[in-house]
């Protein structure tokens, strides 16, 4: 997933993190992943206040981006949440596994 990231990014495509994760895994995420690096914002529920089957998640990160629903995609594997998106306008792309991330994540 990173190095398909990656490649999105050299394109001018931004990429951002959206996740369930608590707290210390966050915090393992961002400085041993370094994922603060690969993406260019990451967004955790546990600092948001909401999960990620919430249509609050999603609203509070568009509007920390300033962006459309409709200038989004969220690639995830997760059916509740990608459907929690879809309802508030942000398009969506399931994935089962890394495996076929590279032709869910084909732009």
Do not use: W
């Amino acid at each position: 997933m990173i190095k398909k990231t990656q490649e999105l990014r050299s394109r001018g495509v931004k990429c951002y993190l959206v996740t369930d994760q608590e707290k210390h895994r966050a915090e393992y995420i961002l400085k041993e992943l370094k994922f603060d690096q690969e993406f260019d914002s990451c967004f955790f529920a546990f600092e948001l206040g909401y999960s990620k089957t919430t249509p609050e998640f999603f609203e509070t990160i568009i509007e920390k981006l300033d962006l459309k629903p409709e200038e989004i995609m969220l690639f995830d594997d997760d059916e509740e949440d990608l459907s929690t998106a879809a309802q508030l306008g942000i398009g969506t792309k399931l994935y089962r596994n890394l495996e076929d991330i590279n032709i869910v994540m084909d732009l």
